[in-house]
């Protein structure tokens, strides 16, 4: 008897879609006043464009076939930043500058000196992502899971600078990301499943990491709450979230993993924070209102960041400086990349919508 040979239904789907892309309806462009770059900033221990893995396993897009050119069928242009996948939100946003300015990764003399690495990072003189950015040329950001909080890093350090940088810095020295004034290069931030205010999928330990300068240390929930302390929600940005779950309520009040929509490798995950109370080191509590997640984020701090104005999104009012929730989407915390095998078909439409919306605005 042949032996009969078992293929991954992601694969199956992946290799459907080369053949049969799946359709989404083309926007009305006459309806647009903007048509601003989308730049996708990936999460933890993520890639992007400049990697060279992104053309065989695509972060945007995984098994279901890269996404980004997919989108751009539609009319919009699209970019993948590469930033560290386990570095802080301010290195990363210091990645994330060079490589849209073209320059020499400047991670800051005041913070290098204070973190104890070296100042300066990759070179991208001459690899720039984008053509040209300015403030009559603005980008719209996207960030997945850890990428919301570095472009929220980022576009604050656009707005007002770093007082530690100009100071320790002298002036023909000092990046630009760090004298500020620049928040009008910046036309909208999209945060997809961030864990805004931190996530207990590390637990609530009364420890945290030695190394203070990370992605692990900045997603505790005491620390992403300092950090939300000194960011910035700019009046001339749009905000968006969409915060995702793949969880359902158990008649205790815990919830687990719906495994029909959430892969398997957050599963376990998953289990743990739909039943995870308790109080942080440092005093904040974590209740009943933490526990829907997508399998790493908790659903309730992806929703807005805490100190910051938010409002559910109402297509009818939407304005800047808000941040406009977006409703809760119903998928696992890869749904958002085009998930991984279980692959989404529905992300396509999803980001085309958004992107009209955004384009519509004035």
């Known amino acids: 008897m042949a032996k009969i040979i078992s293929v991954p239904m992601a694969i199956i789907i992946s290799i459907f879609s080369l053949f049969f892309p799946a359709k989404t309806e083309q926007p009305d462009k006459t309806q647009w006043n903007t048509n601003y770059p989308y730049v996708f900033v990936h999460g933890l221990m993520g890639w992007g464009e400049y990697d060279m893995h992104y053309k065989i396993l695509p972060y945007w897009g995984m098994f279901g076939g890269e996404l980004l050119s997919k989108i751009e069928k539609n009319g919009y242009d699209c970019y993948g930043a590469s930033v560290s996948g386990t570095a802080s939100a301010w290195d990363r946003a210091c990645e994330l500058y060079a490589q849209l300015t ?18 300066y990072g990759k070179d991208y003189t001459g690899k720039a992502l984008i053509e040209k950015w300015d403030s009559d040329n603005k980008i719209n950001l996207l960030g997945h899971s850890f990428g919301g909080a570095t472009i929220r890093v980022f576009a604050t350090l656009m707005a007002k600078g770093n007082e530690a940088e100009i100071k320790a810095t002298a002036a023909d020295d000092i990046s630009p990301l760090f004298t500020g004034g620049k928040s009008d290069w910046i036309y909208s931030l999209t945060s997809l499943a961030a864990p805004h205010n931190g996530t207990t999928s590390y637990g609530l330990e009364n420890s945290m990491p030695d190394n203070t300068d990370s992605a692990a240390y900045d997603m505790f929930i005491d620390h992403a709450l300092e950090i939300n302390k000194n960011m910035v929600t700019d009046q001339n940005t749009y905000y968006f979230s969409i915060p995702c779950t793949a969880t359902t309520k158990n008649s205790d009040g815990t919830y687990s993993a719906d495994k029909g929509r959430m892969e398997f490798m957050f599963q376990s995950s998953s289990d743990e924070i739909g039943k995870l109370r308790g109080t942080t080191q440092g005093g904040y509590v974590v209740d009943e209102s933490w526990l829907e997640n997508d399998g790493l984020v908790n659903t309730v701090s992806a929703c807005a960041p805490s100190s910051a104005p938010a409002t559910e999104f109402d297509q009818n009012n939407i304005s800047k400086g808000v941040w406009n929730i977006m409703p809760v989407y119903q998928g696992d915390h890869m749904s958002l990349q085009g998930g991984f095998f279980k692959v989404n078909t529905d992300v396509l439409r999803l980001y085309t919508e958004h992107f009209d919306m955004i384009n519509r605005l004035g």
Do not use: F, I, P, T
């Open 102 to 119: 073209g320059s020499v990764v400047d991670y800051g003399k005041a913070h290098s000196e204070y973190c104890g690495h070296e100042r």
